[in-house]
Each structure stands twice: as C-alpha cells, then as structure tokens.
C-alpha cells in the first residue's frame, strides 16, 4: 500500500513540473527600454502653406491620365472638382480617378507633378524636375489647404513619372495623416513571405490642426507597422534586428523596445485587438525573412510590454487571413482569427485555418480563397 501512494504522489509532482516548465515556456518578461522619440528636425520639416491658396484656372471636366506610356484626357466626377482637387498651370493631377479613394470627408488629398516639355521626354531621366512636385491637402470646405513641396524631403524613391505622397493611415480624430512615398505600378512580384513585411517607403506625418510635417520613421527602420484601431500606438518590427519590437505611444511621444531571445528573423502581421489593448505578431524562422521554415504567433500587451507566445514554431509557416468574414477582416470572432498557410511543400499550403488565441487551438476551415 505504502508503495502505491509513493508512486502515486510522484506522478502527480512529476505532472505538476511539467505543467510549471509548459508555462514558463510561453511567458516572457523582456527587458524594457523606454525613450523619447524625436518629434522634428530641420530635414523632416517642411514650409507649410496655412492659409487657403488660390486654384489655378482648370477645366473643371477634364483632367491628365498617364496610359500605356501617353496622356489622355478623361473625366473627373464634379465632387473632384467641388472638393479643390487643381494642380496650377504646367502641372498634372496624379492618379487623378483615385483621388476620392485616397481622401476622407473632411480633407481631399492629391499631389501634382510637373509636365515635361516634350511629353515624349517623360521618362527621360531629367527631362522633368520632380522636385517641384507638390502635395495638397485641402478642407472639404475648403477653408484650409496645406501644401508639402515634395523638394524639402527626400524624394529618391519617387524621382519618377507616376508617383505621389499617398496617404498610408488616418487618424479617426481627423488630426493627422501618416504619408509615404509610392509609384506605380509598384515593384513587381514579391518574396513569397510578404506577409510578415509593410512594402511602403519613409513614414511622414502631417499635423492637420497646425500644417507641422515631419519624418516620423525612415524606411530601414521598421520592417513592419501597424496602427492600434484607437491610434493611441504604432508597433514596428526593425529591419537590422528582427528579434525586437518597439512600440511608440503616440500620445506621448515615448518609444519602448522590446527583445524576444529567440532564433527570429523577422516580425510583423500585427493584429490589433478591436479595443487596442493587445496586438497578435507573427515572428517567423529560417535562414531569413525571405526563406522561412516555421512561424510562431505571440500576443504583446503595449500598456506593459508583456509578451505571451500563443503558438509555437509551426512548418505550415502561418500568416494572417484578411478575406475571413469580409473584407479586410482577420476576426472571424473577439476570440478568433483567420490564418492562411504559406509552406508550399506541405499539403495544407493555401489552405485557410481558424485560430482561437485564448486556447491557441487551430481548425482547418477551407481550402483558399
């Protein structure tokens, strides 16, 4: 009898270690390192137009379209013309039928480019300075436009035909747009894990309330970014050490860094909780973030930079799934996302899993789309 108890007590303590080491093995308390982040500089600012600027004479029914290599005239919807969207004299409108796709209903925003003389000198390298391009950000009511010349910031990337300062998020309290360079029709292709990387150039930011623009993060800073729905944070991965988190506290200007000691070589596909409280990232594993062998899903609290893994390395090498109930929708429920697999040698490739991040349970739900 003595002997049954015994064994019996042993394999409950042996149980009760492992289920201390399963834990431990999921829970991490990084070290922190808390900052102030730069809020301008003399080369991320520039002159800003306040005051309302008067529109140069333009047929309010027509407007430049570049197609197939030439310009053609097209028609523009009167709200384009109604909500400010002219470029002066010697200046075409970019992307002129998407105008509406890049603004809000309070601000219209467009950026205008100069016209090369010969128009078949277009693509000509210096045929056309592009540095008197310009974007405009005019009011809806059009009380206020505020106008970025695109020479007093680094504008390499979009030294080119066909290019803007397109807008890349709204703050839902309509004070700030965050911008970046962009051309089209973009890079071609792409690294078969894309997913886990934001594929957009230098970060801007522009103070609607005061016109004040500035350099927010420079492209080899950040391999990924996303906004928290509350725009309260922004989190970012670093492209030099892909192991590191940061989180920038947009209230307050504070910046903390947070280091997973894991084999990672890249981070992002961050997933904000509705209530921005918590965010899901995606750390992935392999020879480098274009060669991956495994991904591992972790949830990061910002308020503390407490960081939990949820799932351990898997070879289906899983990313998020944005078509899951709609459109650009991740949530299939407040517990649940959508995941797509991304091993091509694995039978599950493109197939669709839902992933439940309180029990870390994952279910086939369809093959892809």
Request: proline share 5%; charged share 20%.
């Amino acid at each position: 009898m003595k002997v049954k108890s015994t064994i019996g007590i042993a394999i409950l303590l042996l149980f009760l270690f492992a289920s201390c080491v399963s834990q431990s093995s999921i829970t991490q308390t990084p070290t922190i390192v808390t900052k102030a982040i730069p809020t301008n500089s003399p080369n991320a600012t520039a002159t800003i137009n306040s005051t309302p600027t008067p529109h140069a004479t333009f047929n309010p029914t027509q407007a430049l379209q570049a197609t197939e290599g030439y310009f053609r005239f097209t028609a523009v919807p009167a709200t384009i013309e109604a909500r400010g969207a002219k470029c002066k004299d010697g200046f075409i409108l970019e992307r002129g039928l998407e105008v509406l796709d890049y603004s809000t209903d309070k601000w219209t925003l467009f950026t205008c480019s100069p016209v090369a003389v010969n128009r078949k000198d277009m693509w000509t390298h210096g045929a056309v300075n592009f540095g008197e391009r310009y974007t405009q950000i005019v009011k809806t009511d059009l009380s206020t436009t505020w106008t970025i010349e695109h020479n007093t910031f680094d504008y390499t990337i979009i030294d080119r035909p066909d290019a803007m300062l397109a807008p890349y998020h709204w703050t839902d309290d309509g004070n700030y747009v965050y911008l970046s360079p962009r051309y089209y029709p973009g890079p071609g292709g792409g690294p078969e894990f894309f997913f886990i990387r934001a594929f957009i150039n230098d970060l801007f930011r522009i103070n609607l309330e005061t016109g004040e623009f500035e350099l927010f993060l420079k492209k080899d800073e950040f391999g990924d970014l996303a906004f928290s729905p509350n725009d309260q944070f922004l989190v970012y991965s670093e492209q030099s050490r892909p192991n590191v988190i940061h989180t920038i506290n947009i209230e307050t200007n504070e910046e903390s860094e947070l280091k997973i000691q894991e084999g990672i070589v890249a981070i992002g596909a961050f997933i904000w909780f509705p209530d921005s409280t918590k965010v899901v990232v995606f750390a992935g594993y392999g020879e480098d973030k274009d060669r991956l062998s495994d991904t591992a899903i972790f949830i990061l609290t910002p308020k503390n930079m407490q960081i939990q893994k949820i799932l351990a390395k898997d070879s289906r090498i899983f990313g998020h799934y944005f078509q899951c109930s709609g459109i650009n929708n991740v949530w299939l429920d407040y517990n649940t996302i959508c995941l797509d697999s991304y091993n091509r040698e694995l039978d599950s490739w493109n197939d669709i899993f839902s992933f439940n991040i309180r029990t870390g349970d994952v279910e086939y739900l369809r093959p892809f789309p």
